[in-house]
């Protein structure tokens, strides 16, 4: 089993910037695919960025692609998302989840564990 858990969020102006981090315990993060995933009110939870285990491949939606940063630390067991620019659209709950061979990144049904998410606003 593995455990996640996420911080940074919270309220910021359009224009500013935001640090996520997920905490992973139970077992090493260095063995998993790790994804961040948002879900807006009234809306269905999307794919934002992916990473592979050893961090040498990411992947971002179009609509962060250039503000968005996914990174992962596995000594620490933690993975991060920079978000820079942010835009009154990016208002969610931002989600990270963990996957053991993932193939697609962006297919929620591939991860086996998911945090329960830290809201991030951003006011116009």
């Known amino acids: 089993q593995v455990q996640l858990v996420e911080s940074g969020g919270g309220l910021v102006q359009a224009g500013g910037s935001l640090r996520l981090s997920c905490l992973a315990s139970g077992r090493a993060l260095s063995n998993y695919g790790m994804g961040w995933f948002r879900q807006a009110p009234g809306k269905e939870r999307e794919f934002v960025t992916g990473?592979?285990?050893?961090?040498?491949?990411?992947y971002y939606a179009i609509s962060v692609r250039g503000r968005f940063t996914i990174s992962r630390d596995n000594a620490k067991n933690t993975l991060y998302l920079q978000m820079n620019n942010l835009k009154p659209e990016d208002t969610a709950v931002y989600s990270c989840?963990?996957?053991?061979?993932?193939?697609?990144?962006?297919?929620?049904?591939?991860?086996?564990?998911w945090g329960r998410g830290t809201q991030v606003t951003v006011s116009s």
């Open positions: 989840a963990a996957a053991y061979g993932v193939g697609n990144f962006a297919v929620l049904s591939n991860y086996d564990y």
């Open positions: 990473i592979s285990w050893s961090g040498g491949r990411t």
